[in-house]
Nanobody, 127 residues
Framework: QVQLVESGGGLVQAGGSLRLSCAASGRTFSSYAMGWFRQAPGKEREFVAAISSSGGSTKYRDSVKGRFTISRDNAKKTVYLQMNSLKPEDTAIYYC????????????????????WGQGTQVTVSS
């Protein structure tokens, strides 16, 4: 089992930046892909970004491409989400998640493929 703890959320004005962090413990961090999801009030949880176990492959939802960057430091067992040019519509609770399935090919974007989740961190972007 993987334990995940997010941090770095907060209140920021539109156009500002935040960096979210997700610290992992448990199984070997460098062996599985990681993802970030978000959920706004009254909406379903949606994919934001994912990164492969080595960090060599990434995937983003279209609305954050060019503004958000996912990265990871396997030595620190941490995945990051750098968010720039934030918009009010980015307001949500952000969750990190781990896809620990062995031999998975490709990066998943559906929550059901991720088997470990953090508690979430609130990001609020004011206009």
């Amino acid at each position: 089992q993987v334990q995940l703890v997010e941090s770095g959320g907060g209140l920021v004005q539109a156009g500002g930046s935040l960096r979210l962090s997700c610290a992992a413990s448990g199984r070997t961090f460098s062996s599985y892909a990681m993802g970030w999801f978000r959920q706004a009030p009254g909406k379903e949880r949606e994919f934001v970004a994912a990164i492969s176990s080595s960090g060599g492959s990434t995937k983003y939802r279209d609305s954050v491409k060019g503004r958000f960057t996912i990265s990871r430091d396997n030595a620190k067992k941490t995945v990051y989400l750098q968010m720039n040019s934030l918009k009010p519509e980015d307001t949500a609770i952000y969750y990190c998640a781990a896809d620990t399935a062995p031999l998975r090919v490709g990066l998943m974007t559906t929550p059901s493929f991720f088997d470990s989740w953090g508690q979430g961190t609130q990001v609020t972007v004011s206009s």
